[in-house]
């Protein structure tokens, strides 16, 4: 496989309204000003680059696109989705259309799961290839990343409907499991997810400058 190919797509989905949170999560701040959406990004970068790779990093974003897009390191490439109101699925198939057409697959994850270490995006782009399919487990329950190999992304984009991202198309298919809750002290989990300012305080984060 040559550098081009092997070179990982990585897909952060960062469009969502934020109903319940108040606000784009896009726009979360930990308390040192560092924005959720920058350290995601950071970590997705440090996961290609442990394993001497030039990652593709690609961030959906849709709403507060220019205050979001100032968030997102240099180099990365940004990608809008203006039907963000139409659900998840709208956001992963704008991704994956823009995974460049060398790569042999892409690895896929959601903004708002402040817990994944980089090394969990690591273990999910050692698993990419053409043909393949699988996702990091915690404490053996399925969760993000997703790898996603070239071959799925056609049926990926076809079966994504709604807030139905990717677990039509998985259900379908043999997934391999990558077990990630090794990487975590025990009083982090990799499904945490913030979609209130209750669980967005809980991790130190806060929107807009106002803390919990």
Known sequence: MSE???APGLILLAAGNGTRMG???ALLRYADGT???TRQVERMTA?????GLSASIIVV???ALAEAS???PAG???VENPNHTDGLSTSLNAGLRAVPHTTSGAVVSLLDLPDIPAEAYGRLVDAINPDALARAHWHSRPGHPVAIGREYFAEAIDSASGDEGLR???RRHEVSDIECADLLPPELDGHFDVDTPEAAARRGLHLNGIHS
């Open 4 to 6: 081009a190919s092997r």
């Open 35 to 37: 924005s959720l959406l």
């Open 23 to 25: 606000g784009p999560k």
């Open 47 to 51: 996961a290609a680059e442990s394993r």
């Open 70 to 72: 100032r968030l997102v």
């Open 76 to 78: 990365v490439r940004i």
């Open 168 to 170: 039509v198309m998985l």
């Open 61 to 63: 974003l849709g709403p």
